[in-house]
C-alpha cells in the first residue's frame, strides 16, 4: 500500500483546510453582494467541452479511463459557460455566476512523468454583456475581493493587464508564417528570436520596443497611440485605466499595462489579466481572468449575446504566500467538556449538547478525569480553549 500522496497532490492539515474555508467565505461574501449567485460545475466534463473548442490543449488536460471521452477539469470557466448556454439559457442577461472548487492542472514531473496539481479556485463569470460596462463592473469586483483578501505589504500585489486586439495591432503589417513566428518571439521576451528573423530595420526596431512596452498605463497608451494611431482598444483602456487607478491606489496595487501579455491558455479573445504577488522566492499568480466572447458562442450562445468575462483566484497560492499563515481568521471560543468518576459520559454529552443549543463550539473529552488539575492537563493538548468540568 502507498503511503504517499500522488506526485503533485498534498494533504492539507486542518489549519490549511481553515484558512481555505476562511478565503472562501470572505469571497464568496463579496460576490453575494455583488448579485452572483453560486453554481457547482461538475469535476467530471467531456473532453470537448474542457479543452474549449481548442482554446486549452490536450495535454493540459487530465484525462479519465472510461467509455466516454471524459476528463478532469483544468479550470472552471468552460464549464460554467456551457451550464449557462444550456440549462440556465432562459434567465435573463446579464447572467452573474461565481463558484469554488477544485481544479486539476497536468504538467510534467521534474523526474519524468505526469505530474497532476490540484487546486482550489474561486471565481465569477458574467455573461451576456459584450461592451466595455462587464470589464468595468469585473475588475472593480476583482480589486474589492482582493481587499477582502487582507494582503500584507510585502505581497506586492499587481494587476498586469493586455488586449488581444493590441497583439492584432502589432502583428497586422506581417503575413503568415512570419506572424505567428513573431507573436510567439514577443509573448516568449525572446528578442534574439526577433533578431534572427528577416525582419525590415524599421519592423525589428518596432518589436523590440515593444519587447519593453510594459509599466504604467497612460505611459503605455501615450508610446502604443504614438505607434498606431487613434484606436478604438486604446480609448477603452484609457476609459478602464481612469475608473481602475484611484481603487487600486487605496488598495496599494500596481497596475500595469503589457501590450504582449498573453495567458497560458487561448481562451480569451479581448482583455487579459493577472493578478501577481510576491511569493517566498518568486513572484505567485493569484488571480487571473479575461473575455471570453468565441467561448460562450461555440457553446451555442448568438452571436449577439455571446459575451462572457469572468476571473478566479488559486485559494491555495493565496493562503502558502508568506506571512499569511499568521494571518489566521478568528478563533472561536471551543469548550472541551471534562467529566469524573462521579459524573457520567452521558451526563457530559447532554451538555455538550446544551453548549451547541447556545451556537457554541463544545467537544467531550470521553474518558474520565481523576481531578480538576488532570482536566485542565487535558485541555492543553485538545485543541480547545476553555474547560466545563463536570465534578457529579
Given amino acids: 500500500m502507498a503511503l504517499q500522496p500522488a506526485t503533485g497532490a498534498r494533504d492539507l492539515n486542518p489549519k490549511q483546510v481553515q484558512q481555505n474555508q476562511h478565503l472562501r467565505e470572505q469571497l464568496a461574501t463579496v460576490y453575494r453582494h455583488w448579485g452572483y449567485d453560486e453554481v457547482s460545475p461538475p469535476q467530471v466534463e467531456r473532453l470537448d467541452t474542457l479543452m474549449a473548442g481548442g482554446a486549452i490543449a490536450s495535454h493540459d488536460v487530465v484525462r479519465l479511463v472510461a467509455d466516454d471521452p471524459l476528463g478532469l477539469r483544468p479550470e472552471m470557466t468552460a464549464s460554467i459557460a456551457r451550464a449557462a448556454c444550456t440549462r440556465l439559457k432562459d434567465r435573463p442577461r446579464p447572467l452573474r455566476l461565481c463558484a469554488c472548487g477544485t481544479i486539476f492542472e497536468s504538467r510534467a514531473a521534474e523526474e519524468g512523468g505526469l505530474c497532476i496539481e490540484e487546486k482550489l479556485h474561486s471565481g465569477v463569470e458574467l455573461f451576456g454583456v459584450k461592451d466595455l460596462a462587464a470589464e468595468l463592473e469585473l475588475l472593480t469586483l476583482l480589486i474589492e475581493a482582493m481587499s477582502a483578501l487582507s494582503l500584507l505589504e510585502e505581497h506586492q500585489p499587481q494587476l498586469l493587464i493586455g488586449h488581444t486586439a493590441l497583439m492584432e495591432l502589432v502583428l497586422a503589417p506581417f503575413e503568415q508564417p512570419k506572424r505567428d513566428d513573431i507573436r510567439n518571439c514577443l509573448i516568449q521576451y525572446d ?37 498606431f494611431g487613434s484606436q478604438p482598444v486604446l480609448h477603452e483602456l484609457k476609459r478602464l485605466f481612469v475608473h481602475l487607478s484611484p481603487l487600486a491606489q487605496q488598495q496599494s496595487l500596481t497596475l500595469q499595462l503589457d501590450p504582449t501579455f498573453h495567458p497560458h491558455h487561448e481562451l480569451y479573445d479581448g482583455l487579459v489579466f493577472q493578478l501577481v504577488c510576491q511569493g517566498v522566492s ?64 452521558e451526563k457530559a454529552l447532554l451538555k455538550q449538547t446544551s453548549w451547541h443549543a447556545q451556537g457554541q463550539v463544545a467537544q467531550c473529552d470521553l474518558k474520565p478525569c481523576s481531578n480538576r488539575e488532570e482536566a485542565e492537563q487535558r485541555l492543553k493538548t485538545s485543541g480547545c480553549n476553555t474547560i466545563d468540568w463536570l465534578s457529579d
Fill in 191 to 227: 528578442r534574439l528570436g526577433l533578431e534572427a528573423m528577416d525582419l525590415e530595420a524599421t519592423d525589428l526596431a518596432r518589436l523590440v520596443m515593444l519587447l519593453d512596452c510594459r509599466g504604467t498605463p497612460a505611459t503605455i497608451l501615450d508610446r502604443l497611440a504614438e505607434s
Fill in 282 to 345: 518568486a513572484p505567485v499568480v493569484i488571480a487571473r481572468g479575461g473575455r471570453y466572447d468565441g467561448l460562450v458562442e461555440r457553446c451555442g450562445e448568438s452571436e449577439a449575446n455571446a459575451g462572457g468575462v469572468g476571473f478566479s483566484f488559486c485559494l491555495d497560492d493565496i493562503r502558502d504566500l508568506p506571512g499569511s499563515s499568521s494571518e489566521n481568521p478568528k478563533l472561536e471560543s471551543t469548550v472541551l467538556i471534562c467529566w469524573s468518576d462521579h459524573s457520567s459520559l
